[in-house]
T-cell receptor
Framework: GAGVSQSPSNKVTEKGKDVELRCDPI?????LYWYRQSLGQGLEFLIY????????KSGLPSDRFSAERTGGSVSTLTIQRTQQEDSAVYLC?????????????FGNGTRLTVT | AQTVTQSQPEMSVQEAETVTLSCTYDTSESNYYLFWYKQPPSRQMILVIRQEAYKQQNATENRFSVNFQKAAKSFSLKISDSQLGDTAMYFC????????????FGAGTRLAVHP
């Protein structure tokens, strides 16, 4: 596709339920990132996938958060047993990696509201 | 620890005038990139400008330019001839160790351009 696509754009869930957020990166981009943006805050790094390497999970806030990237393309961020503090906008981005590192191309994000 | 500080939560400017957004950071890295991203109400983060720390010349992209003071760890963004479409949140960012696009962001500055 022309850009990074995220779905759903908005998600409302009850506390304790699991949610899955999807990201479809730009074709050919080997690097994929998930960031979280809480209300009125900057972005917080969550996880980074690069090719077939093991993902950098150093930003995941708890073991309720996990992500996978299938076939080097689409990624899913899963939040189990959601809590109210998980309410935020979850942004996905992709980029090329190499001698000419490209900047991040972001999707429009998924706004998650936990009630 | 790596940190990014944007000390101006909100700024406003009249159309066609110039505004400067400030950013300071702290890192022990010697070679790195610095970025300014823009986030309009659509939520999509858009790269405005980037600066390579080893380059002394300040980066310029059309109406956007930076004042990079490496010794002072300061990286301000100047917007000349402000336009209504510049109204957005602006975030300063630079890479955490371990990845070009694994970024740490400031809390942002909300810029309003008035007619």
């Amino acid at each position: 596709g022309a850009g990074v696509s995220q779905s759903p754009s908005n998600k409302v869930t009850e506390k304790g339920k699991d949610v899955e957020l999807r990201c479809d990166p730009i074709s050919g981009h080997t690097a994929l990132y998930w960031y979280r943006q809480s209300l009125g805050q900057g972005l917080e790094f969550l996880i980074y996938f690069q090719g077939n390497s093991a993902p950098d999970k150093s930003g995941l806030p708890s073991d309720r958060f996990s992500a996978e990237r299938t076939g080097g393309s689409v990624s899913t961020l899963t939040i189990q047993r959601t809590q109210q503090e998980d309410s935020a906008v979850y942004l996905c981005a992709s980029s090329l990696v190499g001698p000419n590192n490209s900047p991040l191309h972001f999707g429009n994000g998924t706004r998650l509201t936990v009630t | 620890a790596q940190t990014v500080t944007q000390s101006q939560p909100e700024m406003s400017v009249q159309e066609a005038e110039t505004v400067t957004l400030s950013c300071t950071y702290d890192t022990s890295e010697s070679n790195y990139y610095l970025f300014w991203y823009k986030q309009p109400p659509s939520r999509q983060m858009i790269l405005v400008i980037r600066q390579e720390a080893y380059k002394q010349q300040n980066a310029t992209e059309n109406r956007f330019s930076v004042n990079f003071q490496k010794a002072a760890k300061s990286f301000s963004l100047k917007i000349s001839d402000s336009q209504l479409g510049d109204t957005a949140m602006y975030f300063c960012a630079f890479p955490l160790s371990g990845g070009y696009n694994k970024l740490i962001f400031g809390a942002g500055t909300r810029l309003a351009v008035h007619p």
